[in-house]
T-cell receptor, first 117, second 110 residues
Framework: GAVVSQHPSRVICKSGTSVKIECRSLDFQATTMFWYRQFPKKSLMLMATSNEGSKATYEQGVEKDKFLINHASLTLSTLTVTSAHPEDSSFYIC?????????????FGPGTRLTVL | QKEVEQDPGPLSVPEGAIVSLNCTYSNSAFQYFMWYRQYSRKGPELLMYTYSSGNKEDGRFTAQVDKSSKYISLFIRDSQPSDSATYLCAMSADGYIPTFGRGTSLIVHP
């Protein structure tokens, strides 16, 4: 149980285009999902907290107009990187919060590697 | 001082060795302690979850929490090449949004 998927797993795009990444909780409902960014050999950096039916909460320094988050249902959150630039190239990982099963914590998706040319 | 300190390694051990991975932290409010395993180009996978102090064992893995020393450990017995991965410690005060260590890269060679 507690499986989280992400799509796509890899994406390569041209500078200036927008990219959408989907995060789904497959076997549980998640009112809260999280989006992280990870640079090589670095830890996870929380970008934003996504709440179903409301606006996302962004961490300091993360541009909300650049990284659009939509949590439209209890099993789906999307991250759209708008007008992507090479510096946006990174590994993006989502997680979904599962509560009430004795292990109240986040379960992570497999990640999406974004390369902006 | 960072909230969570973790030696990035790499830590290289022979197959069958006992591996000890550690993190220290500064926030005394942390109550929930997790260990995640992350293979290259994959998302983190929850390995161990501990609330407050004490030990927890799951197969070849043992997690220890010493809140008085602000020190947590993960032990891997009879390590296998398939254990080669990055191990991230994580901890939080409310079990909601954890603070992660930077991860320790483990290499188990045959």
């Amino acid at each position: 149980g507690a499986v989280v998927s992400q799509h796509p797993s890899r994406v390569i795009c041209k500078s200036g285009t927008s990219v959408k990444i989907e995060c789904r909780s497959l076997d549980f409902q998640a009112t809260t999902m999280f989006w992280y960014r990870q640079f090589p050999k670095k830890s996870l950096m929380l970008m934003a907290t996504s709440n179903e039916g409301s606006k996302a909460t962004y961490e300091q320094g993360v541009e909300k107009d650049k990284f659009l988050i939509n949590h439209a249902s209890l099993t789906l959150s999307t991250l759209t990187v708008t007008s992507a630039h090479p510096e946006d190239s990174s590994f993006y990982i989502c997680s979904a919060y599962l509560q009430g099963k004795g292990t109240d914590t986040q379960y992570f998706g497999p990640g999406t590697r974004l390369t902006v040319l | 001082q960072k909230e969570v300190e973790q030696d990035p390694g790499p830590l290289s051990v022979p197959e069958g060795a006992i591996v000890s991975l550690n993190c220290t932290y500064s926030n005394s409010a942390f109550q929930y302690f997790m260990w995640y395993r992350q293979y290259s180009r994959k998302g983190p996978e929850l390995l161990m979850y501990t609330y407050s102090s004490g030990n927890k064992e799951d197969g070849r893995f043992t997690a220890q929490v010493d809140k008085s020393s602000k020190y947590i450990s993960l032990f891997i017995r009879d390590s296998q090449p398939s254990d080669s991965a990055t191990y991230l410690c994580a901890m939080s005060a409310d079990g909601y949004i954890p603070t992660f260590g930077r991860g320790t890269s483990l290499i188990v060679h045959p």
